[in-house]
């Protein structure tokens, strides 16, 4: 099956400091997700971005899918950031099934 | 909030025992996903339904069940449940179309005693 792999697996900043996510993935992909899990175990949408760059606020996302990855990028980080943050792809082929990565987890500290 | 709600938030029971978590997706949307997410599997894909009929299957076990009625709430039923069920369970809608973005819901944490 494809394969998401996510890093750095762990990431501490202090707060105001920008970061970069990385997500790799080892197949064709038409669904690609960011989300936020946060201290209450809550998944929170950030990004639908199969291919393309999007931002939102002192967030962005850009997944090159020809190449099989998607990075997303924080900036000006805040302690409300902390949390983990997923990528989960869908295959090609409209299969409906999100393949989650492992994860990052960020820590903001004051 | 995603519009996507979940019922109950916390269950405890004890192993060897049945229960049913509930979902009720966002208003429209016509797919139910399952997931769950332990300590030592990550999140992982159960199953979906869209529009009441089983769509695609992931690694759910035997003991599990689900379903989807016509009003389009979903129910996912653990048996015989096992220490190793402890996980928290998300249930995901996602509206009519190609592709789909799926909505999470704030899950159901279960505890097998």
């Known amino acids: 099956g494809i394969q998401v792999e996510q890093s750095p697996p762990d990431l501490i900043l202090q707060e105001g400091a920008n970061s970069t996510l990385r997500c790799n993935f080892s197949?064709?992909?038409?669904?690609l997700q960011w989300f936020h899990q946060n201290p209450w175990g809550q998944l929170i949408n950030l990004f639908y971005?199969?291919?393309g760059t999007k931002q939102n606020g002192r967030l962005s996302a850009t997944t090159v899918a020809t190449e099989r990855y998607s990075l997303l990028y924080i900036s000006s980080s805040q302690t409300t950031d902390s949390g983990v943050y997923f990528c989960?792809?869908?295959?090609?082929?409209?299969?409906?099934?999100?393949?989650f990565g492992q994860g990052t987890t960020l820590q903001v500290k004051p | 909030d995603s519009g996507v709600t979940q019922t109950p938030k916390h269950l405890i029971t004890a192993t060897g025992q049945r229960v049913t978590l509930r979902c009720s997706p966002r208003?429209?949307?016509?797919?139910v996903y399952w997931y769950q997410q332990s300590l030592d599997q990550g999140l992982q894909f159960l199953i979906q339904?869209?529009?009441?009929?089983?769509?695609a299957k992931g690694n759910i076990l035997e003991r599990f069940s689900a379903q989807q009625f016509p009003d389009l709430h979903s129910e996912l039923n653990l048996s015989s449940l096992e220490l190793g069920d402890s996980a928290l369970y998300f249930c995901?809608?996602?509206?009519?179309?190609?592709?789909?973005?799926?909505?999470f819901g704030p899950g159901t944490r279960l505890t097998v005693t």
């Open positions: 995901a809608s996602s509206p009519q179309g190609f592709p789909y973005e799926q909505y």
């Open positions: 197949d064709s992909v038409n669904n």
């Open positions: 971005i199969p291919s």
């Open positions: 989960a792809v869908e295959r090609s082929g409209n299969t409906g099934k999100l393949i």
């Open positions: 208003s429209g949307d016509l797919s």
């Open positions: 339904y869209y529009n009441g009929e089983e769509r």
